[in-house]
């Protein structure tokens, strides 16, 4: 599958797409096609507060759990509660029906995705060779 270019990626894996005056966040297709099957999915509360960096949730595979992390700081405002009965959305469609959560972030969606580190696709290609 092809990186769309209508995202940013972190080093760690993570896809950012702003969804409004929001940003949506999901694994990439390289992370969750090194995972393999994902057959959970652990994910934060609305309302949680994260900084960039910090884990926010858990994703297991049948080979291993991996932490999602939070690529910027700001508030969680939507879960992908069509997770909890198929995490194997992950899987499928990583930049669609498998999105994680949605953040507000804490300098505003501009902002955010200016931030140095994050990849546009070319980058992020770049680093997994892909």
């Known amino acids: 599958m092809l990186n769309p270019a209508d995202v940013k990626y972190t080093a760690e894996h ?4 702003a969804v409004g005056d929001h940003l949506r966040i999901g694994i990439t297709d390289y992370a969750q096609e090194a ?10 509360t609305i309302g949680t507060e994260v900084s960039a960096g910090q884990s926010m949730g858990e994703v297991e595979s049948t080979k291993s759990v991996s932490d999602v992390y939070a690529p910027l700081a700001g508030s969680i405002t939507s879960r992908n509660d069509a997770l909890d009965a198929n995490p194997e959305l992950v899987n499928s469609d990583p930049y669609g029906e498998g999105w994680m959560v949605e953040i507000a972030p804490a300098g505003g969606v501009d902002a955010a995705l200016a931030a140095p ?6 980058a992020y290609e770049a680093l997994t060779g892909q």
Not at 35 to 44: A, C, E, H, N, Q
Request: glycine letters at 4%; zero cysteines; a negative charge.
């Open 14 to 17: 993570e896809w950012v797409k």
């Open 35 to 44: 995972l393999g099957d994902i057959v959970f999915v652990t994910l934060p």
């Open 117 to 122: 580190e994050l990849l546009d696709a070319a």
